[in-house]
């Protein structure tokens, strides 16, 4: 189960304290339900996602480095490009401060992924935190792969 919010970044601030940065590229397979991969680093990932805004369910199963590249070829849209960055929040929390490249860019979203939905629901974002767009499917990745 994934249970996260996401928020729009108007500006990134400086001074974050960035655990850790990786390069991500995803493609999806099919948008209804949602089935991606995605290279994560040197780490290869098949993943589906079922309907849902804040909460949905998410299975992950890892592929080999030529698995990916032979499904790549035959993704729906546009491939994906970004660098996460990986920061702290605090309560054992984190941001995924996600940077979108190529025709996305400059879009800037951060998410937060809760054990809760509880948690989730009073979750008070950091100021430099945009607009909250958890509810707003517009924001979802499998979207904006198809814009």
Not at 47 to 65: A, F, I, Q, W
Request: some cysteine; glycine content about 6%; aromatic content about 8%.
């Amino acid at each position: 189960m994934e249970i996260e919010r996401k928020y729009l970044i108007p500006e990134i601030p400086s001074g974050l304290d960035i655990q850790k940065t990786r390069i991500i590229e995803q493609g999806y397979l099919c948008t209804a339900p949602v089935v991606r991969i995605r290279r994560d680093n040197d780490d290869y990932i098949l993943t589906y996602k079922s309907k849902g805004l804040m909460v949905r369910e998410e299975y992950n199963l890892p592929l080999t480095r030529e698995a990916y590249e032979h499904l790549k070829e035959k993704i729906d849209g546009r491939l994906i490009q970004k660098v996460r960055h990986v920061i702290p929040l605090g309560g054992g929390l984190s941001i995924e401060l996600d940077v979108f490249q190529g025709d996305l860019a400059p879009l800037v979203l951060a998410e937060v992924e809760f054990p809760t939905e509880e948690m989730a629901e009073s979750f008070c974002p950091p100021e430099w935190f945009g607009e909250d767009v958890t509810f707003s499917s517009q924001y979802h990745n499998s979207t904006l792969s198809q814009l």
